[in-house]
């Protein structure tokens, strides 16, 4: 008999019943493929927006969809033409799989091949269903052996970090820069851990969040900290003083302009404020999804060329993030304190969702990265 699966679903249609779980028979994995039981799973951005809102950005959720795509587990069943794992396996699952076939993915760009099907996402229909499941069926190329020193839970955070890794290749930095990162949630913290790996002489960290930038200094995933004030202004003039003011804050905490920027808001004053300070041949690396449309001082950037660099998920990062977090690295932060809180079984998917939209939890304890266990 194939294995029953529970999914927690999403209802693109707006339905009362926004979350449910359903089983479904899953079948032997193909000659390719791994069968996976799921252990633990991350919550991200994406997945709020979906379980909230039924979309992403211009993403819209068209069916029933299973969120979840930053996981890690054991693998139950192998395929017959699978040599490189076996059965009690430990793997972190890369969720994105492209055609192989395009220009870009034989530029090893597989990340914007225009075929890519993501685990969770709504962009390709029908959806490609996500990690919040008992178990899966997934190509063994894309699940990566975990050694014995690194946690299944850490696994779990190989995803996100990936999204660091490559956003620091897009950077290319130099060592002894200095770093500025905009939004110091899970992603902005990973993007400071990868500058200090790559060795930037400071990293600086911003955020409307008291507690969460004096967590990464405290933690060691940055050297300073900016509470960036609440402010909402709303003319472009308004709003252009007032990232210049955020500027102003950067350069007195840096010493001047920094060489790079991971923008990590998708906010729009937090991008006009990078290009302010940002030294002229400098890169900002832009990461964060928020408002798709915005008002740039865009001469800023050009006459001074500093680059605005896209940076979506990530490609071939998921061997140099496990070497990474097994090697003991002394420039690594401890990434398992990125995990703040943790919801165990199906049933407490909702809660977890729930929990992950929030700064604080009910005992007054920092909200950065919420893990569902289903071992």
């Not at 990690?131 to 696994?155: D, F, M, W």
């Not at 890794?165 to 939004?183: D, E, N, P, T």
């Not at 865009?298 to 979506?312: K, Q, T």
Request: net charge neutral; hydrophobic share 40%; charged share 20%.
């Amino acid at each position: 008999m194939a294995p029953e699966i529970e999914k927690n679903r999403v209802d693109g249609h707006g339905s009362s019943v926004k979350a449910s779980q359903e089983n479904r028979t899953l079948g032997l994995p193909e000659a390719s493929e791994v069968q996976v039981a799921i252990q633990a799973t991350g919550l991200c951005g994406s997945d709020l927006h979906y379980f909230n809102h039924y979309r992403n950005g211009d993403i819209i959720v068209r069916e029933p969809i299973t969120l979840g795509h930053e996981s890690s587990g054991v693998v139950t069943e192998v395929g017959s033409a699978v040599t490189a794992l076996q059965v009690g396996d430990r793997v972190a699952l890369e969720v994105g799989l492209p055609c192989l076939e395009c220009d870009l993915c034989k530029e090893g760009r597989y990340n914007i091949c225009k075929a890519l099907r993501f685990r969770s996402s709504a962009k390709s229909f029908p959806h490609f269903q996500g990690t919040l499941q008992e178990r899966i069926n997934h190509p063994a190329s894309y699940c990566h052996k975990l050694p014995s020193n690194v946690s299944i839970e850490l696994g779990a955070i190989l995803e996100p970090l990936g999204v660091a890794i490559h956003g620091s290749r897009r950077a290319s930095l130099k060592k002894g820069s200095i770093v500025l990162v905009f939004g110091a949630g899970a992603v902005g913290l990973l993007c400071a851990a990868m500058s200090k790996v790559s060795g930037a002489k400071r990293v600086i960290i911003a955020d409307i969040q008291a507690e969460r930038v004096d967590f990464a200094v405290q933690n060691k995933f940055a050297d300073a900290k900016i509470v960036v004030p609440m402010k909402r202004p709303q003319a472009i003039e308004e709003k252009l003083a007032f990232a210049k003011e955020v500027a102003e804050l950067v350069k007195d905490t840096a010493g001047g302009e920094v060489d790079a920027v991971f923008e990590c808001t998708g906010v729009e004053s937090c991008l006009q404020a990078a290009i302010y300070s940002t030294r002229p041949g400098g890169r900002i690396m832009l990461i964060g999804m928020g408002s798709p449309i915005q008002t740039l001082p865009i001469s800023a950037a050009a006459l001074r060329e500093v680059d605005l660099v896209g940076v979506f998920r990530y490609a071939n990062t998921y061997e140099e993030a496990i070497k990474l977090v097994s090697s003991g690295n002394s420039l690594l932060p401890d990434l398992s304190k990125l995990i703040t809180q943790t919801f165990r079984g199906f049933d407490k998917i909702p809660n977890a969702f729930s929990m992950a939209g929030r700064v604080k939890d009910d005992e007054g304890k920092l909200v950065l990265k919420v893990l569902v266990d289903t071992a």
